[in-house]
């Protein structure tokens, strides 16, 4: 989904996002969670991408955008919510077990490149615990106290290997990828 999002143009960015009533209720819910915490980010990039391109004015007025901004910003804000979607749709159907696992695995080529994928992932595990169980703040300076006691929690990865299924969904889904890049693109 993501890598189809990088293809796509506006109509269809806008018709996926207005897909997303179709996941059901609770990723609906986690969806409008994650955005609405990503919404600065959404603004600051909207503006940045509006403003700061180049190309004729969208209005007549001395603080116009361009036209060619406004729709770089709005793709850019478009493929970011669809990122949100699927993790949203991930976090939803997956347990944190299962989710982590599956990021192993596909990481593992990695290794042979001389990265270590285990940092990678228990770095999104904390920022995954993180936004779960931090506080609602009523004041920024919340955020800066430092908590009477850390709570330690023990999460364990279930080291399975790819199953046969697995690798011919693998398969599907990039054989499936590539003939929809090229119509997005066409």
């Known amino acids: ?3 189809l999002s990088q293809g796509m143009d506006d109509r269809l960015l806008m018709a996926a996002i207005l897909l997303l009533p179709l996941f059901g209720r609770s990723v609906l819910s986690r969806f409008w969670q994650l ?3 990503a919404r600065w980010l959404f603004l600051s990039l909207f503006v940045i991408l509006a403003w700061g391109g180049i190309g004729e004015a969208a209005w007549n007025g ?3 955008p361009s036209r060619e901004g406004l729709l770089d910003a709005s793709a850019h804000v478009g493929r ?3 990122a949100l979607l699927a993790v949203a749709v991930l976090r939803e159907w997956m347990s944190t077990t299962d989710l982590l696992t599956g990021i192993h695995r596909l990481l593992e080529p990695m290794r042979r490149c001389g990265l270590d994928s285990d940092r990678g992932l228990v770095r999104l595990l904390l920022v995954l615990n993180y936004i779960e169980t931090m506080p609602k703040p009523r004041d920024w300076r919340m955020l800066l106290d430092v908590p009477a006691s850390s709570n330690s929690e023990v999460f364990q990865l279930v080291d399975q290997p ?3 299924r697995d690798y011919l969904i693998i398969a599907l889904a990039l054989v499936g990828a590539v003939p929809l890049l090229y119509l997005v693109q066409g």
């Open 1 to 3: 989904m993501l890598l």
């Open 35 to 37: 955005a609405w915490g």
């Open 62 to 64: 001395p603080m116009a």
């Open 80 to 82: 970011l919510l669809m």
């Open 162 to 164: 790819l199953a046969v």
